[in-house]
């Protein structure tokens, strides 16, 4: 991406964006580590994912009408500064006491979690309005975000093994409150306020963001599809591979190479995106990579050796990496701007909200069965979906990026 005085706010943007991301990678490994070492039980650590999951359904209540009513920037900036604070109560937590519940920590983890998506959100509404002022094309944005997103991905993991080795899993989490001090400072410096009014009456109904998703051909298949997919791979990165790597290999390492793996075949894919979309369908792209990571998580639970987890591990986050920042051009393209706020914050709950049930479910099942099972059962589910949504929901490629600007004109002159 060329740099000029004009790209500086989606640069400061983007930046902002990677170092909350790199901390909440660090947090990815540090967590499921710790409720293990404390616990020792894969319930209370799918019990701790669910925390951290279930204030992206909190934010589409509440979080996406601050956005649309006060404004993205600073919203994006109070929620980071916020984070910064409640995500110093878990390690202080564990220095000061003695004994930490499993239910404590989930209260703990949940606060650490709870202004995030909103801050996430807030970024995510202002792109397309910055991406033009760049000059730069919305997907080629997007592929550029998604590239640094699957960087954090790769990159947090190798730092979060470090800093556990180095400092202890508590003081790890010290690291995750910084990035988002550095996230709003950043945010704060290089985006320009700007007033987000409208003379347009905003929509009051709590669901409405969700009924306008589930009412648009194109979302509604992307919501659909990604529930199925978070019920399936949020497990599969949060609980299953801890499990494999600290129980089943007696090897914590693993579980940073395998994240590590996976985050930088994701990073390939979604730098991939932009040379991908000129030569095939939408379709081939996303539903080819979620069949892709469905086949690498049922090998995932059939290899016995360590090394076919991190290939495994590798081959799930390829394509995948290219149909994150797909799904976000779509959303972007088709949701009127006076209303981002609520409809983005409602497609994440949507899809996080079954990825926190499948937290739960995973957890529970792999108590009851055991990890290999759980992952071959998964992989199966999600292959059944994608070939679903790929002959029933084809996604389609709009011509220009203006298209959207005329249906934002018609829609606010008929609310």
């Not at 944005?141 to 699957?150: A, D, H, P, S, V």
């Not at 400092?167 to 320009?192: H, K, R, W, Y």
Request: glycine share 10%; charged share 10%.
């Amino acid at each position: 991406m060329n740099f000029g005085i004009k790209t500086i706010p989606i640069a400061g943007l983007v930046s902002a964006e990677f170092l909350s991301l790199l901390g909440n990678q660090v947090a990815a490994v540090a967590i499921p580590i710790l409720v293990l070492q404390y616990t020792h039980s894969p319930m209370a650590t799918g019990i701790a994912g669910a925390g951290n999951l279930i204030p992206i359904v909190i934010a589409a209540f509440f979080g996406g009408r601050a956005i649309d009513k006060l404004g993205a920037w600073p919203v994006s900036v109070i929620a980071d500064s916020l984070s910064c604070i409640s995500v110093l109560a878990l390690p202080l937590a564990f220095i000061y006491f003695s004994h930490i519940s499993s239910a404590l920590i989930f209260l703990l983890v949940f606060a650490g979690a709870l202004f995030d998506p909103t801050g996430i959100a807030a970024r995510q509404t202002m792109v397309p309005a910055l991406a033009r002022l760049a000059g730069k094309p919305l997907e080629k944005i997007n592929t550029f975000r998604g590239g640094l997103e699957n960087g954090a991905d790769f990159i947090g993991p190798i730092i979060g093994v470090g800093l556990i080795g180095l400092l202890g899993v508590v003081n790890t989490f010290f690291i995750n409150a910084v990035s988002f001090l550095l996230c709003a400072v950043i945010f704060a410096l290089a985006v320009p306020k700007k007033r987000n009014r409208s003379p347009v009456k905003r929509d009051d109904d709590l669901m409405f963001g969700a009924r306008f998703i589930f009412g648009h051909a194109q979302l509604r298949a992307l919501a659909c599809i990604g529930m199925i997919a978070s019920f399936v791979i949020l497990p599969f990165l949060a609980v299953m591979l801890p499990v494999l790597a600290t129980q089943v290999f007696d090897n914590p390492a693993l579980l940073g190479i395998s994240l590590s793996a996976f985050g930088i075949s994701a990073t390939l894919g979604a730098l991939s995106l932009s040379r991908l979309s000129r030569l095939y369908s939408r379709s081939l792209i996303y539903y080819g990579g979620l069949l892709m990571t469905a086949f690498a998580i049922v090998l995932c639970g059939l290899f016995t050796f360590q090394y076919g987890v991190v290939a495994s591990a590798a081959l799930a986050g390829l394509l995948l990496g290219a149909g994150n920042p797909l799904e976000q051009t779509i959303l972007q393209e088709e949701t009127p701007r006076i209303f981002t706020g609520q409809i983005f914050t409602s497609f994440n709950a949507i899809r996080f909200a079954a990825g926190l049930l499948g937290l739960l479910a995973a957890g529970v099942a792999t108590e009851l069965t055991n990890v290999n099972v759980v992952l071959v059962f998964g992989g199966s589910l999600l292959i059944l979906a994608a070939m679903a949504g790929w002959q029933l929901a084809p996604l389609q490629k709009k011509n220009r990026y203006v298209v959207k600007e005329k249906r934002e004109q018609e829609t606010s002159r008929s609310t």
